[in-house]
Protein backbone atom coordinates (compact mmCIF):
# COMPACT_ATOMS: atom_id res chain seq x y z
CA UNK A 1 0.00 0.00 0.00
CA UNK A 2 1.29 3.24 -0.97
CA UNK A 3 0.73 6.12 1.26
CA UNK A 4 0.82 9.90 -0.65
CA UNK A 5 3.87 12.03 0.59
CA UNK A 6 2.45 15.67 1.77
CA UNK A 7 3.80 18.26 -0.22
CA UNK A 8 5.71 21.36 1.40
CA UNK A 9 3.79 24.43 1.03
CA UNK A 10 5.51 28.11 1.26
CA UNK A 11 4.08 31.25 1.28
CA UNK A 12 5.17 33.75 -0.61
CA UNK A 13 7.74 35.61 0.60
CA UNK A 14 9.34 32.23 1.46
CA UNK A 15 9.22 31.34 -2.57
CA UNK A 16 10.76 34.92 -3.20
CA UNK A 17 13.39 34.37 -1.39
CA UNK A 18 14.20 31.00 -3.05
CA UNK A 19 13.80 32.92 -6.47
CA UNK A 20 17.16 31.61 -7.83
CA UNK A 21 15.33 28.31 -7.66
CA UNK A 22 12.91 29.31 -10.48
CA UNK A 23 15.33 30.60 -12.45
CA UNK A 24 13.77 34.35 -11.68
CA UNK A 25 14.59 36.95 -9.65
CA UNK A 26 12.43 37.60 -6.12
CA UNK A 27 10.45 40.78 -7.16
CA UNK A 28 9.17 38.77 -10.36
CA UNK A 29 8.35 35.55 -8.16
CA UNK A 30 6.40 38.18 -5.87
CA UNK A 31 4.69 39.55 -8.68
CA UNK A 32 3.79 36.45 -10.65
CA UNK A 33 2.20 34.60 -7.22
CA UNK A 34 0.17 37.42 -5.95
CA UNK A 35 -1.63 37.48 -9.25
CA UNK A 36 -2.84 34.35 -9.66
CA UNK A 37 -4.14 35.07 -5.94
CA UNK A 38 -3.21 32.57 -3.23
CA UNK A 39 -0.96 33.06 -0.27
CA UNK A 40 0.50 29.73 -0.26
CA UNK A 41 2.16 27.55 -2.96
CA UNK A 42 3.79 24.44 -3.38
CA UNK A 43 6.68 24.21 -4.83
CA UNK A 44 5.41 22.75 -8.28
CA UNK A 45 2.15 24.97 -8.33
CA UNK A 46 4.24 28.27 -8.10
CA UNK A 47 6.86 26.71 -10.58
CA UNK A 48 3.45 26.53 -13.14
CA UNK A 49 2.57 30.23 -12.08
CA UNK A 50 5.83 31.58 -12.38
CA UNK A 51 6.74 30.12 -15.88
CA UNK A 52 3.00 31.18 -16.78
CA UNK A 53 3.62 34.71 -15.66
CA UNK A 54 6.72 35.07 -17.62
CA UNK A 55 5.09 33.90 -20.77
CA UNK A 56 2.53 36.59 -20.49
CA UNK A 57 2.45 39.38 -23.18
CA UNK A 58 3.11 43.07 -22.51
CA UNK A 59 1.06 45.80 -23.28
Known amino acids: MKTKKSKSVYTIAQL ?3 AGVFGSNPVLVK ?3 VTAGQETYTEEDARKVIEMFKQKEVK
Open 31 to 33: AAL
Open 16 to 18: AEA
